[in-house]
């Protein structure tokens, strides 16, 4: 069983529309949550970090986090065609300074 | 926010040849940093952790020998491609963070080809 689950996509959708990724995850002792965003041939780049149950706005950016059901997501409101890029989605298991484990990552194209 | 600054971030070698990328943060100390390499249209590869003033931890199936690392200070982490082939060519990128409770950020990665 992989650590942390993604679709790999690719998701399309509208531009103006929401986008939602998901992202699952094995370790229920997981601490920290977050959504990188991967533009192709370029590093990825921190979006959102998600600590707590329940949602956190950035933006046009909310991540979600149920650990309960280890379950994670991202949505991204009024999608624009710049929002297209590979999302991916890592978990720090333990917390403190130790490494991050990362799902394959979600492509999403926004449809102008 | 935090800043990690990685070169080059485009280099061609010979078979044979060694490589060396440098990994810095700029403007906070990093008491661990980490090695990933990503083939194209493949996910991130966790190859180790690298621990300042002591020695680099590799994951299962990267070679220690070959990915030299050196971490000798709070804001350099250095990561040397001995003896690069072909199958080496890959893009490498490093990340940090100033707190243990932060995400990491990333550096702008180096593209290596070997020729």
């Known amino acids: 069983q992989k650590e942390v689950e993604q679709n790999s996509g690719p998701l399309s959708v509208p531009e103006g529309a929401i986008a939602s990724l998901n992202c699952t995850y094995s370790?229920?002792?997981?601490?920290?949550f977050f959504w990188y965003r991967q533009y192709s041939g370029k590093s990825p780049e921190l979006i959102m970090s998600i600590y707590s149950n329940g949602d956190k706005e950035d933006g046009r950016f909310t991540a979600q986090l149920n650990k309960a059901s280890q379950y994670v997501s991202l949505l991204i409101r009024d999608s624009q065609p710049s929002d297209s890029a590979t999302y991916l989605c890592?978990?720090?298991?333990?917390?403190?300074?130790?490494?991050?484990?990362f799902g394959i990552g979600t492509k999403l194209q926004v449809i102008p | 926010g935090a800043v990690v600054s990685q070169h080059p971030s485009r280099v061609i070698c010979k078979s044979g040849t060694s490589v060396k990328i440098e990994c810095r943060s700029l403007?906070?100390?990093?008491?661990?940093m980490f090695w990933y390499r990503q083939f194209p249209k493949q996910s991130l590869m966790l190859m180790a952790t690298s621990n300042e003033g002591s020695k680099a931890t590799y994951e299962q199936g990267v070679e220690k020998d070959k990915f030299l690392i050196n971490h000798a200070s709070l804001t350099l982490s250095t990561l040397t491609v001995t003896s690069a082939h072909p199958e080496d060519s890959s893009f490498y990128i490093c990340?940090?963070?100033?707190?243990?409770?932060?995400?990491?950020?990333f550096g702008s990665g180096t593209r290596l080809t070997v020729v």
């Open positions: 370790d229920r002792g997981s601490q920290s």
């Open positions: 890592a978990v720090n298991p333990a917390g403190g300074y130790q490494k991050v484990t």
């Open positions: 990340s940090a963070s100033p707190t243990s409770e932060t995400g990491y950020t």
């Open positions: 403007d906070f100390q990093a008491t661990t």
